[in-house]
């Protein structure tokens, strides 16, 4: 991107603050994107990269946050002046968290919702809602309730409503974090499509590098306090500035982590590689790996079936009113097992994990935890053989800070004080935010 070019969105000496919080989130932060830029937006968990995004489209200062000084300037209007309604035409954004997003109780009316804010025409309305689901792969969801979908399917909803307003600058705060291999293709395959129409300025937050370092533009990175460590082309930031990127915890593309450590080992890809067809062909170059390794089959540990299972599943079946999740699903986990549970969004899988750990209450006899019939466990011992970790971490918490979050569990089991701290202790060795 030229220096001439349009500055459509300007952030200038940026900082932001939350309620509760000692310090600001972002401080003295500074960035231009340019009209027509997809910008890819990297940096560790709490560098303020969701924070960033939602200056943009005006929910910080309007509804959450407070900008203590700097401004915020897109498409000329003053974020902290300018109505959420007016940015809304200008700036969407898809939320990491779909839930969150989320306002109606049916898939189309919560696409219909943001364009009635727009007062379009029932026609126009209607026209964008079919075109929208048939983008993001949902024609046949265009009735369905939100609350009956997977955490894919509800991504891509969110995604859907953002297309229909058709915003010139849409911001996607991971926006595959909850989908399958598939849907991530789908949904980079949607950002090509937007990019080719080039009436959009992008920026993307997204930790699934490989597939879409074709699509970026410009890379901008950023650290504690929203300070910019590295700002450039996408090939330039990563072959110039891994080191920094890894001492500070931020995802790069595997490709290129593995340039690197070739180069490390005296063995330069040029170009420096960003996705597997270039880094294919730069490796073809340089005939590394041009002699044939001998496979080696790998025999599977065989546990006995005598064994009592840790886990096992017998003939489950669930249906919510006329949909069947689950049909007649039998499993059985061994002691010791590191199972993956995987399947396309809408498969059941977290249907099927509910019912693991008797959040969804399994018919007697369909469910054994370590011999025992899961539905003649009482919850207070059932929390010392099993635990779970939700899709959403906010769905799960209960005490306003993360000590008393870490402790309330514990006294759930009856634990005593002195072993409570004892193990609040040990969580602190390793994370200095307890």
Not at 4 to 29: C, F, H, S, T, W
Request: overall charge negative; aromatic content about 4%.
């Amino acid at each position: 991107m030229s220096e001439d070019a349009m500055a459509l969105i300007e952030v200038e000496n940026l900082a932001v603050k939350y309620p509760g919080r000692k310090r600001p989130i972002l401080e003295q932060v500074n960035l231009q994107l340019h009209e027509g830029e997809t910008v890819l937006l990297l940096g560790a968990s709490g560098s303020g990269k969701s924070t960033l995004a939602l200056t943009l489209n005006g929910l910080i200062p309007h509804n959450v946050g407070k900008i203590l000084e700097g401004r915020v300037r897109v498409d000329g209007l003053d974020t902290q002046k300018a109505s959420v309604v007016d940015l809304a035409r200008r700036v969407g954004i898809v939320f990491q968290d779909p839930d969150a997003q989320f306002v109606m109780l049916t898939v189309e009316d919560e696409i219909v919702f943001g364009m009635e804010n727009l007062c379009l025409s029932p026609e126009e309305m209607g026209r964008r809602v079919e075109e929208a689901l048939a983008q993001v792969g949902l024609p046949q969801h265009r009735y369905r309730r939100v609350e009956q979908l997977s955490g894919g399917e509800k991504q891509r909803v969110t995604l859907a409503s953002l297309l229909a307003m058709e915003p010139s600058v849409p911001l996607f705060d991971e926006p595959t974090a909850n989908l399958d291999p598939v849907g991530t293709r789908d949904v980079f395959a949607l950002l090509r499509q937007c990019k080719e129409m080039k009436k959009h300025t992008i920026l993307l937050i997204e930790h699934k590098l490989d597939d879409l370092m074709d699509l970026i533009d410009r890379v901008v990175v950023l650290g504690k306090g929203g300070v910019v460590l590295a700002d450039g082309a996408p090939r330039t930031v990563f072959r110039e500035q891994m080191e920094l990127l890894q001492k500070h915890g931020v995802w790069v593309p595997q490709v290129a982590s593995l340039a690197h450590r070739l180069a490390q080992e005296g063995i330069v890809l040029d170009p420096f590689p960003l996705t597997l067809d270039e880094a294919e062909e730069a490796i073809n170059r340089k005939r590394i790996g041009a002699e044939p390794v001998e496979q080696q089959s790998v025999s599977p540990v065989l546990t006995q079936e005598s064994e009592q299972a840790a886990i096992e599943v017998r003939n489950l079946s669930y249906r919510v009113a006329s949909r069947e999740i689950l049909h007649d699903v039998s499993l059985r986990v061994p002691q010791g097992d590191f199972l993956a549970l995987v399947g396309s969004n809408g498969a059941g899988k977290t249907t099927l994990a509910h019912h693991l750990v008797d959040i969804l209450h399994p018919p007697a006899g369909r469910v054994w935890l370590q011999g025992k019939d899961i539905t003649r466990i009482p919850a207070r011992e059932l929390v010392h053989h099993v635990g779970y970790v939700f899709q959403n971490p906010e769905h799960q918490f209960i005490t306003e800070s993360v000590a008393d979050e870490i402790a309330y569990g514990l006294r759930v089991m009856g634990l005593s004080a002195a072993e409570i701290t004892e193990r609040r202790r040990c969580v602190r060795r390793t994370d200095q935010t307890v």
